[in-house]
């Protein structure tokens, strides 16, 4: 017998297979980013989503068919814009919070939904599930979000009295994490 045959075979090293799934996570979500999942980047013309410039201006369909809805049409007030989308499973767990500070704090602060890259009617039986009932505009090829350099749902904007983007919030709020930002931001 040979000093190779007779040595007994090392295990295979169970933390070199962990390291080389955890790469190759990394190296996918990299790759998705940089294809293209991300919403696109902020609007050069309107400032988009850069705190402390301008807010990109949002002119949409109301989700509901009845009108349009707008930014411009809020200014004077603080805003709280939301995106969100019936196949956003955080979207539809932060939502009901949603509708409740809209309901305490009345007009001193105005909430406006975006629907993204969705289908009307799913969006509408979420809104409809979820309580909402501030206003919607639907962006179903996501145009409003690319303005914006969205990169993931839900996300939250918070606009200024006088148009100016304080802060961008991407993932779910608790109702707790958005009366913290009102308070924040807007003194509520």
Not at 115 to 139: E, F, M, N
Not at 152 to 157: E, Q
Not at 167 to 184: F, I, K, M, V
Request: proline residues 7%.
């Amino acid at each position: 017998m040979t000093e190779q045959e007779a040595a007994p075979a090392r295990p295979a090293r169970p933390g070199r297979r962990r390291w080389l799934w955890i790469g190759g996570g990394v190296a996918v979500v990299a790759a998705l980013v940089a294809g293209g999942l991300v919403f696109g980047t902020p609007d050069e013309t309107g400032g988009g989503g850069r705190a402390g410039g301008p807010a990109a201006a949002i002119e949409l369909p109301r989700l509901d068919g009845e009108g349009t809805v707008s930014l411009a049409a809020l200014r004077g007030r603080p805003v709280v814009v939301n995106f969100f989308a019936s196949w956003c499973i955080p979207c539809r767990k932060e939502m009901p919070a949603f509708q409740a500070v809209a309901e305490r704090v009345g007009d001193r602060v105005a909430f406006l939904g975006v629907d993204h890259q969705d289908d009307r009617k799913g969006a509408l039986a979420l809104v409809a599930d979820t309580g909402i009932r501030y206003p919607s505009g639907y962006d179903p090829d996501g145009e409003v979000a690319r303005a914006y350099g969205l990169f993931g749902m839900p996300t939250t904007l918070f606009v200024a009295p006088d148009g100016t983007l304080l802060e961008t919030h991407t993932g779910e709020l608790s109702r707790d994490d958005l009366e913290r930002a009102l308070q924040r931001h807007f003194g509520i």
